[in-house]
């Protein structure tokens, strides 16, 4: 090799390292016994698997274009998705988007369902009433606040709730006990999807993230003044990272008073998006890519009261949302355990047996999971095939243990 190759190679293999210093190699965020940072190794068939107790919500229902007599396919049912658990006033209450067909289609409105044991629910009722198309809502989460019961939903126009003339607004509706029903309560934010309730900051203001119509992410800091007393904070822009459509972010506060998020990626990387924040939301780093696998689809982290952290995601990208798996940490930045979800699959409803095999385990999908501590579990609400709402109890007996197996 001549002396001006070997200078060639020399000042390319430095530009490389320089760039994998500089953030051009995924932040290791996942790291397994047996395989380490090494995500692409990860044997999914051989993760331990959670058992638990599951009960459907609410299921399966007709769509308003079915006929009686005619062949029942998958776009001939209800949609359900976007579901959000709470435990309060000494129960448990589900809500969760309910269309008449497809996603987010006009006359969208948002369901609720409550139950004394978590495993049996009753019968659905409407929280927002059904708009008159061209409008829907989507549900956003149950909100404690003050003392009070607070159900948010994001309102649009047309189909969907992103691209131009949405006409994009976040609200509240408000638990009237005495009533023994939901009342509009307030306009949150305009322009604005959340993506989870808001959680209180050190400085006792919320905080909640916020999309609007044209995917762009902001931080929206605020709320103890009043429901619709908010400060924006931006944190990054569609199409500002190379290959990177921010969707869907969740974060969590640090001990060291940092908040860490994670993004969904629609970019097509298959993989989580990290970002931090060292003024409780304010500024925030560029998005930076992950080693934590991701099957583009939504995400949901909480910290349990013996002190790890979990993230419920669907982790494989080869079996996409037909696997349900949740993730450990210990530190909160780092992941360190994963397992499967041994989701069962229900019997059919009556009516529904002709389509029932495509709900079965392995085959439907599960997505969209929000999770709540009570009692000794993790309780994880989630959507099958978009169709049915259901709700999968793991006891934090079961935790302790995949996180002690070395």
Known sequence: MSRRCSLLLLLLTALLMAGAADGDEPLQILRLPGIGADSAAIDFD????????????????????????????????????????????????????????????P??????????????????????????????????????????????????????AFGANKELQLQAYGWNESQQRWEFASKIYDNAINNFPPQRLPSDQWILTRRDARFNVSILIGGDSGLDRWEAYPVVRLNEVKGFRPDEPIFWLLPDQRLSALFRDNGGSQRLFHSTSADLGKTWSTPRLTNFPNSTSKIFSLTTSRGYRVLISNANPKWGRRQLHLSISDDGTHFTRMAQLDVPAPPAPEGFESIWKKFAKGIASLQYPHAIEHDGAVWIALSRCKLQTEVFRVSLDELDRLRADR
């Open 46 to 105: 051989a993760l331990p698997r959670l058992s638990g107790q599951h009960a459907v919500i609410h299921p399966v229902a007709y769509s308003p274009d079915f006929a009686p007599g005619e062949k029942l396919e998958m776009n001939r049912m209800r949609l359900q998705l976007h579901n959000y658990l709470a435990h309060f006033g000494g129960k448990f209450w589900c809500i969760w988007s309910d269309g008449p067909k497809v996603e987010d289609w």
């Open 107 to 160: 006359t969208q409105e948002i369901k609720y369902s409550t139950s004394e044991d978590g495993l049996h629910w009753a019968p659905a009722k409407s929280v927002t009433g059904t708009p008159e198309a061209p409008y829907a809502f989507i549900a956003r989460g149950l909100w404690v606040r003050d003392g009070k019961l607070l159900a948010l939903a994001a309102h649009f126009r047309d189909k969907g």
